[in-house]
C-alpha cells in the first residue's frame, strides 16, 4: 500500500487546492504517526527534521523579501499621526500563498518531531554502551555487538570511522559491515570471549577497539534500536 509522504513540492505548487495539499500533509504525519506507534521512528525522525529545517529557511526568505518589496500607504490615523504601510503587491500572490501554507503546516510537523524525540530519548537511555577490554588508541576501526531482542540474537558487526569535509566543517561518518548473528544461548558468552574469538576469525585487526551495547527493549532493530545504537557509538569515538 502506497503511503502519503510529505515533499517540499507539496509546498510550492500554488495552482493545486489548498485543502487537497493540506489533507496530504495531515495524511502523511498521520502515517508517520502510525509508525512511531509501533516504536518504528527511522527514517522518519531524521526526514521530519530535514524538512523541518527546509521549510523554516524557506519561510524566512520569503519574509525577508517581503520586507524588500515596495510599499505604499495604507492607512493615515489623524488622531494618533501614524501611517500604516502596505507591501505593494504581495498579498493575494503565489509568495503569499507558498508562506501561509509553510506557517500552517510548520507546528504540525514539530508535533511530529517531537513525538518521535521522545520515543528516541527512551530508547538512548534504555541502551547501555560498554568497552569491553582495554580500548586501544586507534579507534577508527573496530567491533561492536548489538541485540536483537526480538529474534532473540546478539548481532556482531565491524566499524570504520569516516571523515568527510566541507567548505565550512568537518564531519564524521560510521560504516558498518555485518559479521554474524549468534543465538541466544552463544549469545551468553562474556563480551571479552567474543572479542577473542573475532579476532581469532578476523585477522585484519589483532588489537580492535570492541563496544558491548545491552538493552532488554525488544523495539524493531533496523528502524529504532541500530540507528540510535550507530549514533550512540559514534558520539563515543568522536569524543
Do not use: C
Amino acid at each position: 500500500m502506497h503511503k502519503p509522504k510529505l515533499t517540499i513540492d507539496l509546498f510550492t505548487q500554488v495552482q493545486s487546492d489548498l485543502e487537497a495539499r493540506q489533507y496530504q500533509v495531515l495524511a502523511a504525519l498521520k502515517s508517520i504517526s502510525e509508525d512511531f506507534q509501533q516504536n518504528r521512528i527511522y527514517p522518519h525522525i531524521s526526514y521530519l527534521i530535514d524538512i523541518y529545517r527546509t521549510l523554516g529557511d524557506i519561510s524566512n526568505r520569503l519574509k525577508d523579501l517581503r520586507n524588500k518589496f515596495p510599499k505604499r500607504i495604507k492607512k493615515i490615523d489623524f488622531v494618533n499621526q501614524e501611517i500604516e504601510h502596505e507591501v505593494v503587491f504581495v498579498d493575494g500572490s503565489d509568495l503569499q500563498q507558498v508562506e501561509e501554507f509553510i506557517e500552517w503546516a510548520l507546528p504540525y510537523i514539530k508535533a511530529k518531531i517531537e513525538e518521535g524525540k521522545t520515543i528516541y530519548e527512551f530508547v538512548n537511555e534504555e541502551i547501555i554502551l560498554e568497552e569491553v577490554g582495554i580500548i586501544p588508541s586507534y579507534t577508527d576501526e573496530g567491533y561492536f555487538f548489538v541485540p536483537d531482542n526480538k529474534d532473540a540474537k546478539l548481532l556482531l558487526f565491524q566499524y570504520e570511522v569516516s571523515i568527510f569535509q566541507s567548505a565550512q566543517d568537518k564531519y564524521r561518518s560510521l560504516k558498518t559491515d555485518f559479521l554474524k548473528a549468534l543465538e541466544q544461548g552463544r549469545a551468553l558468552l562474556s563480551p571479552n570471549a567474543i572479542k577473542l574469538d573475532l579476532i581469532d576469525e578476523y585477522k585484519k585487526l589483532p588489537n580492535p577497539a570492541t563496544y558491548s551495547f545491552q538493552t532488554t527493549l525488544d523495539f524493531p532493530f533496523n528502524e529504532t534500536i541500530f540507528p540510535i545504537v550507530k549514533r550512540k557509538l559514534l558520539k563515543q569515538l568522536v569524543n
